[in-house]
């Protein structure tokens, strides 16, 4: 098959590779769409070092089971495996089992490629009238998803009170502020600075833009999901709380300074991290998205397999103003 393959540092090369072979408990998949993740994007740049090179990146994938009892059937991808038998997952938060894998993280291979083998538990069946590029959205937006329920859980209020900041307008940012206008949340700001990108979530409804650097911020907000997680987003977001606010942190731009720790303590203002989905939180993205609830989802920019090298290229250079990438394997 075809894949392409991080080789090194800001080095992508598209390659004949063995087929992946399918265990007793897996699917394969033939992968229809893959989308471009930040976190792609760090290996890409040798920021990672739990992605070391060589090795097929990708996470957000779609695809059809190809063989078996289920030839045939679309689905949208969950790329965490976990045990299911340890504390965490036995609890539902098996989004932090200790011995989950990733694909796209030794040892797994990722979603870059024309096929793919997977637990068939980890695929969630699409209807016919879901496109599976739109499918395969589900994993960026399933982090928001999972953000804004825990955030629910910790904010003084119900959410269709709370006024909610979330920080930056690619997919993970946007996904959040959707899932918050799904769930019903009071008021919803979104904080970007590329104009494209602010005329992009604004064409979504419900949602109010502005530029972080020359406009200013909303005060007083209850909730903010920061999908960036620089310390410049950090700094912004936990001065725009209010006291007894809720800072989820989703992003993992960098690991440096940024967030008030004094002021956090004296308002009590209340930091959560949050990583990745639980299964649960999947499937109920999707579900989502099949019946509309996240709009139309139709920010994402296609491109062919064969094109990735120059996709993360212009990414990388700021031409792209998508706030998604997805790859076509077989496009």
């Known amino acids: ?4 393959v991080y080789t090194g540092v800001r080095e992508l090369t598209l390659r004949e590779v063995a087929d992946p072979i399918a265990g007793p408990e897996d699917a394969l998949v033939r992968v229809e769409a893959s989308g471009i993740c930040g976190s792609d994007m760090h290996a890409w740049a040798g920021h990672d070092d739990r992605r070391p090179a060589p090795l097929i990146l990708g996470h957000e994938a779609a695809g059809t089971i190809s063989g078996g009892s ?26 932090l089992c200790a ?42 937006l399933a982090c928001g998803w999972h953000a804004v329920r825990l955030a629910e859980r910790a904010l003084d209020m119900p959410l269709n009170m709370a006024r909610c900041l979330v920080m930056g307008g690619g997919a993970i940012g946007l996904g959040a502020a959707l899932v918050l206008r799904a769930q019903g949340a009071g008021e919803i700001w979104l904080a ?12 979504q409804g419900g949602l109010r833009t502005y530029d972080p650097i020359n406009e200013p911020a ?81 920010w994402a920019e296609t491109a062919p397999l064969s094109d990735g090298a120059d996709a993360f290229r212009r990414i990388s250079s700021g031409e792209v103003a998508a706030p998604k990438i997805t790859l076509l394997p077989h496009g």
């Open 99 to 140: 011995t989950r894998q990733i694909i796209s993280m030794p040892p797994r291979e990722g979603a870059f490629a024309q096929f793919l083998a997977i637990p068939a538990r980890n695929l969630v069946a699409v209807p016919e009238n879901v496109a599976l590029t739109t499918a395969s959205l589900a994993e960026p």
């Open 1 to 4: 098959m075809k894949a392409l």
């Open 218 to 298: 909303p005060a007083d907000v209850d909730l903010v999901i920061d999908g960036v997680g620089f310390g410049a987003t950090r700094a912004a977001g936990s001065a725009a709380l209010r006291p007894g606010g809720v800072f989820m942190h989703v992003g993992l731009g960098d690991s440096g300074p940024g967030l008030d720790i004094r002021r956090s303590t004296l308002q009590e203002l209340c930091f959560i991290g949050t990583y990745t989905y639980t299964a649960q939180d999947f499937r109920d993205t999707a579900r989502a998205i099949f019946d509309g609830r996240l709009g139309a989802l139709d």
């Open 70 to 95: 289920m030839k045939g059937q679309r689905v949208t991808i969950n790329p965490l495996v976990t045990c299911g038998k340890c504390k965490a997952c036995l609890a539902g938060r098996d989004n």
């Open 192 to 203: 970007e600075t590329s104009a494209e990108r602010r005329q992009i979530a604004a064409r």
